[in-house]
């Protein structure tokens, strides 16, 4: 059994309890989140403020706390020897985060899976699969509909914004309109606000469009989607069409695969790893003779 | 560089050909194939009828010879310290091919990637993927539309036929059509080939429609699909959707996973495995900090 406590209680950290029960292989251990969180965990495991607290030493820590928090809460678990998933979601820092933890990994032993989830994540082993059948060629990814949390959180984070949603709607070739929903504090101008919206560089490339709404939370729905599509050459043969497609509850996906990668750190040498440097069968529950026998 | 020789001349062999010559990290240094062969390579490497008369030792051979004689032309090579690559597709048997082949090539110090290709190969990996995204609920893989090579092979096998096609055609679900065009040898009677052929294990499961034919060559096109479609459960959460399909040249994919696989050779411990049990990263030519930055 792989001991497993988690790091944050949001979204994703509920998602990643339900995802360990349905897992026969690991056992939560508890919850670590700050003394001061306002939040009490509806669960059956310790609740501390420090791995230090809890009666078992996890061997992996799923950390479901924002992506900017990742480098400082993830190296101190790694120095210790304890194991460490993300889903850090910069798409542009993932090399740089990968090279801190496995630095950190490396002297304590440990292993990180980096900026798994959802995309990145999954994701990119598609994409890095498409480029191995046609090395030649142009993938896009096209997100949506659904609702996207980083432009979500940019929205909020301008003044006299009370509450607000992005949705992302794919409209192919990698190329997405915003819609924005917004529900302004009392005294502000929503005019004002959209222009500031439609400035931020969140948005200001993109098709962007800002509703006045007056009850935001009557809206949400946490399904999304991902659209691949690469057209390559193998060899020398042009014209290879791919296509992938999901439509899923995002927490819960994204929770899924960060279990799944608290079971490969115990299967890789100590250092930092991104997916598409595991092979996919040190993700998945069972033996190997089973999945070799069942997938290949 | 990596120093490649090809085993066999067939579609598979050239398709690999122009795949090595498209990679910068590889070379070509020789086809071995049997002197009594027919066919004529036209290339500009020596041509031999066993490894040892080529003037470089190859680091890895391509095997581009039918699946029934891998296990005994593998062997040899992976014994002598030089890495293979196949195609094996009798999915029933490729854990039993696994651990042969894995036996000899940690004897030999060399690698055995097997079951490579498309399906066994890139489709194992999507179809564990899926398993990754949502650990609970049924993938299906649709082959089709295309000519099918063991199905053409075993109706070819049948007394009387002088030439045939199978083409499969996906009716969803993991369920297909079978669309059988046969020419058959002067004096034999079509209806007792079509009686035969739909009694065979090949055929007797699906429907099966036979067609009489006199030009099957001018019938023939590589091109072939296929859809994997898998509903599941992440966590605890139903109704995950997730669909992968391909439209491709069937050789030159294959050709161009096989190429890529004598790449990642170089990157794994003695032994032999499938492409569920090796990182992505290790199959694509370049520097692993531009693959994690583009591709994550």
Redesign the interface.
């Known amino acids: 059994m792989l001991n497993i406590a988690i790091v944050g209680y949001g979204n994703i950290g509920k998602?990643?309890i339900?995802?360990i029960?349905?897992?026969k292989d690991m056992e939560l251990v508890g919850v670590i989140m700050r003394a001061s969180s306002l939040t009490k965990p509806q669960v059956s495991v310790p609740v501390v403020d420090e791995v230090g607290n809890l009666p078992t030493k996890p061997d992996v820590v799923i950390l479901c706390s924002p992506s900017r928090t990742i480098p400082e809460v993830a190296e101190p678990y790694l120095l210790q020897g304890i194991s460490t998933v993300d889903s850090y979601d910069i798409?542009s820092d993932?090399?740089e985060l990968?090279e801190r933890l496995g630095a950190a990994a490396k002297k304590g032993g440990s292993v990180a899976l980096v900026?798994t989830g959802?995309d990145?994540g999954?994701d990119?082993?598609?994409?890095?699969?498409l480029?191995?059948?046609?090395?030649?060629g142009k993938t896009y990814t096209n997100f949506g509909p659904g609702m996207s949390m980083g432009h979500t959180a940019a929205v909020k984070a301008i003044a006299g914004v009370k509450n607000a949603m992005s949705v992302t709607i794919p409209l192919g070739t990698g190329i997405h309109r915003r819609l924005v929903y917004i529900e302004p504090h009392e005294g502000y101008d929503f005019d004002e606000i959209t222009k500031t919206l439609k400035a931020d560089p969140y948005f200001s490339k993109d098709e962007t469009h800002v509703f006045l709404e007056h009850d935001i939370e009557s809206l949400k729905d946490v399904g999304h989607g991902v659209n691949l599509v690469r057209k390559g050459?193998?060899?020398?043969?042009h014209?290879?069409?791919?296509?992938?497609?999901?439509?899923?509850?995002n927490p819960?996906?994204t929770?899924?695969?960060m279990?799944?990668s608290a079971r490969a750190c115990k299967k890789q040498a100590p250092g930092a790893y991104?997916?598409?440097?595991?092979?996919?069968?040190d993700?998945?529950?069972g033996s190997?003779?089973d999945?070799?026998?069942r997938?290949?």
């Open positions: 998602a990643v339900e995802a029960d349905a897992a798409h993932i090399w990968r900026a959802f990145p999954g990119s082993v598609i994409r890095a699969l480029e191995v059948f046609a090395p030649q050459v193998s060899g020398k043969t014209n290879q069409l791919f296509e992938f497609d999901m439509r899923i509850n819960a996906l929770a899924q695969v279990v799944a991104t997916m598409i440097e595991i092979p996919m069968i993700l998945l529950e190997r003779e999945h070799v026998r997938l290949v």
